[in-house]
């Protein structure tokens, strides 16, 4: 789970914004309605939304895209910058060539190349029109903060930066009018332009090579794209293609819908890094652009076309519920986990996940199912399901083997056709994860 250079997302699961923070953020956005051009900042601010450009440009309890937000490397941290319209400290002086070199191509006015940390591999098919809203938005719709760009915590001479010049001109595209044509329906076009532009779903969804450029930018260049990224912060970014197991080949375009615009669906609940894809992000989309990712996603094939099909088998429940708990980890779910996910492992619709044919339960990693029950989760309220609900941390009182068994229990249950885990495997992950203690009532002691 090593963090590296170009795992663009890595700490935006840190960036969550103050409420304050919105609210001067929103004041100021209103306020944009009284200039001349306010449609196409509206539309900017859309668009910055689309992008989540918020996410990485605001550190916890920062003032929006004033920057800062720490994000680590092997050979050093590196911060994202001010973007807002701060004459000295933001980018107020930027052309808007300047603006869209940088967003679209990674290059700075000084002509230093940006660390795709910044997703402009992404953001290079991004259209004119759309440049040009962003670029009244960040003029005209964001407030001004005065904010120092921090310098890189890299030692010279790996802080030089002429060797990313050398990797964007390897690996990033040239910005080229996006071709929506090759689309023959013009919803799954814009689907396209989405997910493979501002979207970035790519920069987390999509393997990466060694040299760490995502294999596939395009569903025009091959089956690994969005075929499942590797873990970032211990979250694991699943299959978009339709493998039926493991990716969304189980879901409709209502399913993908709900899950972007909510959090939630049927079959799953957002955690790890796509709480904040979707808090920042996606529950803003409006409801056309929504379908669209969704008609889009649904036109990528299985990746892998020998992957079997789901269906519910109910062996496992009926054990459970005649009261035997004899296979792996069977015991370990019955007294932790079967008050909310249930003996059939069909959960609470939209409260608590089913855990019987979801692709993050069986999927090839079992990294985020590990995580998942070691440091627990929260389902996030969003505007369409503002309920929150909690998934207990179970680190602090489970063995590794305990964990290890009801994984395995979980990943082999309901139909569900994951490999087994070992108590190594819990192990690994529990030293990169953050798992925290309840306190306990006064006088009582933890035995291990
Ligand atoms: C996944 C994280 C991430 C996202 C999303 C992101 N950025 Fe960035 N951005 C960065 C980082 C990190 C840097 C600094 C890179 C460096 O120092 O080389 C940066 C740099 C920039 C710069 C160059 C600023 C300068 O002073 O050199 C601009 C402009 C910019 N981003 C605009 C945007 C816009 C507009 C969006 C949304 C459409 C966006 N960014 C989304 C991480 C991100
Ligand atoms: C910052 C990294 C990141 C970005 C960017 C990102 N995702 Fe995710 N996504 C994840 C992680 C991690 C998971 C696994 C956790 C979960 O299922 O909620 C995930 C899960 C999902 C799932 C649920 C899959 C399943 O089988 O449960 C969908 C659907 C999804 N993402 C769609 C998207 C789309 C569409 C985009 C682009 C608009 C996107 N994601 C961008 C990190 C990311
Ligand atoms: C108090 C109720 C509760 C208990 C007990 C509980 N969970 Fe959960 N579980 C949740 C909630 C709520 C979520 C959704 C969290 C989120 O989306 O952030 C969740 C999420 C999950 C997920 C991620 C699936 C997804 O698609 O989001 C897995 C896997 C999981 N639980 C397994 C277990 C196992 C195994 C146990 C027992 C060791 C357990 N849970 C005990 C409530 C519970």
Redesign the pocket.
């Known amino acids: 789970m090593k963090k590296n250079l170009f795992s ?2 890595a700490n ?1 699961a840190r960036a969550t914004v103050s409420g304050a923070a919105i609210a001067t953020f929103t004041s100021f956005a209103a306020h944009a309605a009284e200039l001349p051009n306010a449609a196409l900042v509206a539309h900017g601010e859309y ?2 939304r ?4 918020i ?3 605001t550190p916890q309890g920062g003032k929006p895209f004033a ?1 800062g ?1 720490k ?1 680590d490397t092997p050979i050093g941290a ?6 807002t319209p701060d004459a000295n400290t ?2 107020g002086k ?1 052309s808007y060539d300047d ?1 869209a070199r ?2 679209r191509q ?1 290059v ?2 000084n002509g ?4 795709p ?4 591999p992404s ?1 290079a098919r ?1 259209s004119d029109d759309d440049m040009k809203a ?1 670029y009244a938005y ?1 003029m005209h719709g964001v407030a001004p903060v005065q904010a120092q ?1 921090r310098a ?1 915590d890299i030692p010279w001479p790996l802080s030089m ?1 002429w060797p ?1 010049g050398a990797w964007r001109m390897l690996f990033a595209p040239k910005v080229q009018a996006f071709d929506g044509a090759h689309y023959n329906d013009a919803i799954v076009a814009r689907g396209a332009y989405l997910v493979q532009g ?1 979207g ?1 779903c790519g ?1 987390c969804h999509t393997p990466r090579a060694r040299t760490m450029q995502e294999l596939a930018l395009t569903d025009r260049e091959g089956d690994d794209f969005l075929a499942g990224g590797g873990p970032i912060d211990g979250w694991v970014p699943s299959s978009l293609r339709g493998n039926p197991r493991t990716g969304l080949g189980s879901w409709n375009e209502d399913d993908i819908v709900q899950f972007l615009k909510a959090g939630r669906n049927l079959h799953t609940a957002a955690f790890g890094g796509m709480t904040d894809v979707v808090q920042h992000s996606m529950q803003h989309m409006n409801d056309a652009d929504l379908l669209a990712i969704a008609r889009y996603l649904k036109t990528l094939p299985a990746s892998d076309p020998k992957e079997t099909p789901y269906a519910y088998d109910p062996a496992a429940a009926n054990k459970l519920q005649n009261g035997d708990a004899s296979a792996r980890g069977a015991a370990v779910y019955r007294d932790n986990c079967m008050a909310c996910h249930r003996s059939d492992g069909r959960g609470y619709t939209r409260v608590f996940p089913a855990l019987g044919g979801n692709p993050v339960v069986q999927g090839k990693d079992p990294t985020s199912l590990i995580h998942v029950l070691l440091s627990g989760s929260a389902l996030e309220g969003t505007k369409s399901a503002p309920s929150s609900f909690t998934m207990p941390a179970f680190g602090w009182r489970l063995s590794d083997q305990e964990v290890a068994d009801v994984s395995t229990f979980v990943r082999a249950s309901w139909g569900n056709a994951g490999t087994p885990v070992s108590a190594e495997d819990v192990a690994r992950v529990r030293k990169t994860v953050t798992a925290s203690t309840p306190a306990l009532p006064p006088g009582a002691t933890l035995k291990r």
Do not use: K, Q
């Open positions: 663009a997302c935006v668009l910055a689309a992008g989540d450009c996410a990485c440009h920057g937000l994000f590196i911060y994202s910058t001010n973007i933001g980018i930027w603006f940088a967003v990674g700075r006015p230093e190349t940006l660390y940390a910044m997703p402009y953001y991004l962003l960040f760009n890189v930066r990313l501002l970035h920069a």
